[in-house]
């Protein structure tokens, strides 16, 4: 590994660190090491065992084989609150704060300073400002957490952890939900991090954001460990080769079939932003696809990509515009009529927007085509059954079965259930918000290989992105969104550059 | 974290129960769970046994019938509840609504006076029967526009009703009792209290009504395309609106359904007592959120079933009844329920977060999955 001396050294060491849940192997003997003030990066695919290794690391579950050492020495913590004591701590992608609570009480939340007379307010708005200071954020730390953009919230959650002088600080996916922008502060934070010496694990599913900080890196892949470097000898091609284990690719615009009618035209939409009245999401906004077509969606966090689907698909109002199908207006259309006069939307957070998660795989798959098996006033099980079976195998959702928990399946495959659900609906125009969100690289190529076929059999496919990567794949057309408006417009050539560019990336970065 | 730290350990837990009974009880057989997803049947079935052996007369035919006729009202509101439940939502307005139905039904018994004519009508039984469940069901629907249009929590909405409906009740009768509900023959408006009275194959036509009621709710639920509506409504609202659900009708047709039921069990109710009180089926209402819980229904919505429903219903039916059989006094008998609902209540959250470590049991899904949710 890199150097001795302080920096560098490991502080925190996996020794074959295995976990098992009854037969299932989650982690199969993994070395692993934290090195001091370095950013040390864990990638792999969904299931591959990072956040087993996280959840181990940071005291939420107990190894079943291996030790940890801490400065060399073997620990064992019990809870997150025994880590946290020792100097460890982590920053959940889901961030617990409490939105309610101001700054610094969010920062004091279970450890308050106390006096004799109660809490010691102004000595924790004392420390919550210094704090503050540290991580050069202008926050007040009397800001209700709500009040905050997420990227400042992370900014908290980050204060929060340093608050109890984190040498270790654990980061799952922090950027998922930030902009460029945000993505920047906190990298800078994250550097400052590492001068003051804190020990940094990152996971994230961005390789290039990624690459952008980390020191070393150390890939995952069911269950084992399958390569470790330094930054130096490492690219992006080599992490993703360990990752999949084979050469990836996330295909190419299919060809050999006709491009045919203007399926979905959008002329002058504009959408008002749910947050501030009087702006706009999306503003006046012009757009034709094509059967046969895909298209790709590019922007930033904010430009109006979800405003502009949701919009199209009925779930949100609009304030001007026209929406035609296949040449006819939309109009007040229901998103039930929507779907039956063939366009549908899958949305970008399948947890919320996408899955029932007390119904079965099959149930789910169904929902939305219910009158296709319905004969007179009774549901058909046999049909039900049939177009369940057919979409389990058109979308090849690895499954048990129809009657399968739908928590029982991995994210990709929860995201081709949702796919699977709207695709069963028999759609012309099928619009898809971040269909790669949270799904591992190799679903994400089954995904796209998914819609390629589709596009092959006159289906319109639009879908948005905001990982420059998924633009130069299968898109015949990339359209780049920049606050509300099309800001350029791309064939497949195009380089990352050009379409970051467009977007506003480049010059906030 | 700590829950997928107690996840990991029921599921080991549920591991050994699994191993251990494999054995006895051949493959696939799973002692731990059978107890636990049948435990209203269970609980039945230990309340006739232990009733049995305190009193002679609680296991008799005739007895049954008649706690079963007792059970009809709740089951009747707990069918539309669960309904409602199913939905994510609750109905607090029954329990009026039946006293209000009940009311509604003898003032038609006793004659309408159109003074503007100067006649006085009374309609025929089955005319009262109809506009009474109207009136039901108009309580629903004030429920159901409240809840899915206004965005008016289930909870006050209905709460709201359950005071309006009463008050309203009370008002029409003055505070008063309708007595005479069994019509006169020159009048052609006798029968109501077959209702209450009659039997068809020594039955209670009450309990033929609920099954009547049951089996249509659980046909609805189980084989139509608003019955997966209501579940998928209960279990994610958003999802299922995105997949075309009509949610917001689905709601308002809930509570109406509700409503319904509310009134079909204060028609029961008032036929079986031949009055019609203002103040019948005060807390009723509980008593019926009670029976959908014991049946196993999630109060979150998107789980649950008829058939736990009434097994839940008889559940605290043929308890408070062997209660009063035994001679226990109705203070006690107040706090028998209540520690059953209770229990019931326990249990479903061992089952429901049971369900989510099962998926927890692969981590190719479960260590992502549970920072991803």
Redesign the interface.
């Known amino acids: 590994m890199s150097g001795a001396g302080t920096t560098g050294e490991a502080v925190l060491q996996a020794r074959d660190v295995a ?1 098992s ?2 037969n ?3 982690l199969k003997g993994v070395n692993f090491d934290v090195h001091r003030g370095q950013v040390t990066t864990l990638f792999g695919e ?2 591959a ?4 290794l996280m ?1 181990i690391l940071s005291g ?2 107990r190894p079943s084989a291996g030790e940890i050492l801490l400065d060399g020495r073997p620990v064992a913590f019990h ?2 609150t025994e880590a946290r004591d020792l100097g460890i701590s982590i920053i ?3 961030l617990s704060l409490a939105p309610n609570l101001s700054v610094r009480d969010n920062i004091f939340m279970g450890r308050e300073i106390t006096t004799a007379t109660g809490v010691d307010y102004a000595e924790e708005e004392r420390q919550t400002r210094a704090l503050m200071e540290e991580l050069e954020e202008e926050i007040d730390p009397l800001t209700p957490v709500e009040d905050l953009r997420l990227g400042q919230q992370q900014v908290v959650e980050i204060a929060r952890a340093l608050s109890v002088n984190a040498r270790i600080l654990i980061m ?2 922090p950027t998922s939900a930030l902009s460029a922008s945000e993505v920047e502060v906190l990298f800078k934070v994250i550097r400052d991090l590492k001068a003051r010496g804190v020990s940094i694990v990152y996971i994230s599913h961005h390789l290039e954001e990624a690459l952008q900080i980390t020191d070393h890196a150390v890939v995952l892949r069911d ?1 084992t460990m399958t390569a470790r470097a330094p930054r130096s000898e490492i690219d992006l091609e080599w992490i993703v080769r360990n990752m999949v284990g084979e050469n990836f690719d996330l295909g190419s615009p299919p060809e050999g079939h006709a491009i045919g009618d203007v399926a979905l035209k959008i002329d002058g939409l504009s959408v008002p932003d749910a947050s501030a009245t009087g702006r706009s999401a999306v503003d006046d906004l012009s757009l034709e696809l094509r059967a046969g077509e895909i298209v790709c969606l590019y922007g930033l966090m904010g430009a109006g990509r979800t405003e502009m689907l949701e919009c199209i ?1 009925g ?1 949100l109002p609009k304030s001007g515009g026209r929406v035609l199908l296949e040449g006819r207006e939309l109009g007040r259309a ?3 009529e ?3 006069r063939g366009l549908v ?1 899958v ?1 970008e957070d399948r ?9 079965s795989v099959g ?1 789910n798959l ?3 085509s ?2 296709a098996f ?1 004969r007179g ?3 058909s099980r046999r049909r039900e059954r049939e177009l369940v079976e057919t979409s389990i195998r058109d979308v090849t959702i690895k499954t048990d079965g129809g009657q399968a ?1 739908i ?5 990709g ?1 929860q995201q081709k259930v949702v796919i699977g ?2 695709l069963a ?1 028999k759609p012309r125009v099928v619009m898809l918000d971040e269909p790669s969100r ?1 799904i591992d690289i190799g679903a994400k190529a089954e995904v796209f290989r998914l819609l390629a076929e589709g596009a092959q059999r006159g289906l319109a496919v639009i879908y948005s992105t905001s990982e420059v990567g998924e633009c130069l794949s299968i898109a015949h057309r990339i359209i780049v969104m920049r606050r509300g408006k099309i800001s350029a417009e791309f064939g497949p050539d195009a380089t990352k550059e050009q379409i970051m560019a467009a977007s506003g990336e480049a010059v906030v970065a | 974290m700590s829950n997928s730290n107690i996840g990991v350990i029921a599921m080991t837990d549920t591991g050994t129960i699994h191993k251990r009974t494999r054995g006895l009880f051949g493959n696939g057989f799973d002692l731990g769970r059978l107890l636990l997803e049948g435990r209203a049947f269970f609980a039945l079935i230990a309340i006739i046994i232990t009733f049995s052996m305190l009193s002679p007369f609680y296991f008799s035919t005739g007895n049954f019938l008649i706690m079963a006729s007792h059970v009809a009202i709740f089951g009747l509101l707990a069918v539309g509840m669960m309904l409602v439940i199913l939905t994510g939502g609750i109905d607090l307005s029954v329990g009026s609504t039946l006293g209000l139905a009940g009311v509604v039904a003898g003032f038609l018994m006793q004659g309408v006076t159109l003074e503007a004519f100067g006649v006085a009508l009374y309609p025929p039984v089955w005319v009262v029967v109809i506009l009474t469940c109207a009136v039901g069901a108009l309580v629903g629907l004030v429920n159901g526009v409240l809840i899915a249009v206004f965005k008016v929590p289930a909870f006050v909405a209905t709460l709201g009703l359950l005071y309006v409906a009463r008050g309203v009740a009370l008002l029409m009768t003055d505070g008063l009792t309708y007595n005479n509900l069994g019509g006169k023959p020159e009048l052609g408006n006798t029968g109501f209290d077959w209702l209450g009275f009659n039997r068809v194959f020594d039955v209670p036509i009450g309990v033929l009504v609920l099954a009547a009621v049951a089996l249509g709710a659980s046909l609805l639920l189980n084989r139509t395309a608003f019955g997966r509506w209501v579940y998928s409504t209960g279990g994610n609202a958003r999802a299922a609106e995105l997949s075309g659900v009509p949610v917001k009708r689905v709601t308002v047709l809930v509570y109406v359904l509700s409503g319904i039921c509310a009134a079909i069990a204060g028609l029961v109710l008032s036929s079986q007592l031949t009055s019609a009180g203002p103040t019948a089926g005060t807390t009723y209402e509980l008593t019926a959120i009670a029976a959908v819980v014991i049946g196993g229904a999630a109060l979150t919505g998107g789980r649950g079933n008829i058939r736990g429903t009434l097994l839940g219903a008889f559940v605290i039916g043929f308890l408070s009844d062997g209660l009063v059989i035994i001679g226990v006094s109705s203070y006690w008998q107040t706090v028998f329920t209540g520690a059953v609902i209770v229990l019931a209540v326990l249990l479903n959250s061992i089952q429901y977060s049971h369900r989510r470590p099962a998926s927890a049991a692969k981590p190719k899904t479960s260590a992502t999955q549970g920072s991803k949710a």
Do not use: C, W
């Not at chain 1, 065992?49 to 087993?52: A, E, F, I, M, R």
């Not at chain 1, 947890?351 to 119904?359: A, Y």
């Open positions: 976990k849940y009854g299932v192997q989650a969904n299931g065992g990072k956040s087993t959840k939420v579950i809870s997150t959940h992608q889901e799952d996916e269950g698909a779930r229901s998103i039930a929507r779907i039956a939307l949305p947890q919320r927007d996408g899955l029932v998660q007390t119904m149930e169904s929902l939305a219910i009158g319905t006033l009774f549901t928990a928590g029982s399946l991995s994210g495959n659900k709207m609906t949270g």
